[in-house]
């Protein structure tokens, strides 16, 4: 991940994540959305984590 400048005193946090299933077509198709939707969930809540962290600080305004 990667926090970018988005204007004066704001800023946003990226992830990129490049991945390969190994195991054919078969593997990747059964199991390709079990992997995204995994992924999703733990990114929905880490974000809910550092949000609610950021909040708690009471210095940085979250959106969401």
Known sequence: ???V???P???AMED???YALKGGRFWRR??????RRLLAVGFAQRHRAL???L????TVHTEA
């Open 30 to 35: 059964l199991a390709g959305p079990i992997v």
């Open 55 to 58: 909040r708690r600080l009471g």
């Open 16 to 18: 990129h994540i490049e």
């Open 9 to 11: 005193g704001a800023c």
């Open 5 to 7: 400048p988005v204007g």
């Open 1 to 3: 991940h990667r926090v």
């Open 51 to 53: 949000r609610d962290s």
